[in-house]
């Protein structure tokens, strides 16, 4: 019987997790201050990159709830500044040109909302901070500044908090 009740405990969770859902909606990407190089929008798996980010960090640290993101801002780490001779276009890290996101969210439990908000992400020692993202990773520090703010303000013990 003890197991039989530990089964259908563990059906309830998978249940629910699987009917979890996560959408990422890019609004005007057209106008963020900074997704393209200076040839126009050639960098659309930018976004998709960050989209995927979101729902993969968003199931980890929330799961089995239904969480949208309104994002209405991007700004990547550096700027794209002509290089060369040639003036071929290259991404230069600064410390005055830290990433940063702009974006409202909304976590549902069912029909229910449990938490919603706007935030202004920016992380201003991106160059000096221990990252566990790869020096590969084009958005490692975009990925990072996505993955410190969640678990802030998704810490278990806010999770768990009921809504106000």
């Keep these: 019987m003890k197991y039989r009740w530990i089964a259908l405990g563990l059906l309830a ?3 629910a997790a699987a009917h979890a859902d996560v959408k990422v909606n890019f609004v005007n990407p057209e106008k963020f201050s900074d997704i393209r190089d200076n040839y126009g929008f050639r960098q659309s798996e930018v976004l998709k990159d960050i989209e995927a980010h979101l729902v993969a960090e968003a199931g980890k640290v929330l799961p089995g709830r ?3 993101f309104d994002v209405t801002d991007v700004d990547l780490a550096g700027e794209v500044e002509p290089f060369g001779r040639h003036g071929q276009w290259l991404r230069v890290m600064r410390s005055v040109t830290s990433p940063a996101m702009v974006m409202k969210y909304e976590v549902r439990e069912g029909d229910k909302i449990v938490r919603q908000g706007e935030v202004r992400l920016r992380d201003m020692d991106y160059q000096n901070a221990f990252n566990a993202y790869s020096n590969g990773d084009p958005l490692r520090h975009e ?3 996505i ?3 969640m678990q802030r303000e998704f810490n278990p ?3 768990a908090a009921p809504a106000r």
């Design 147 to 149: 993955d410190q703010w």
């Design 66 to 68: 239904d969480v949208r």
């Design 143 to 145: 990925k990072r500044m």
């Design 157 to 159: 013990k806010v999770a």
């Design 13 to 15: 969770l998978t249940t």
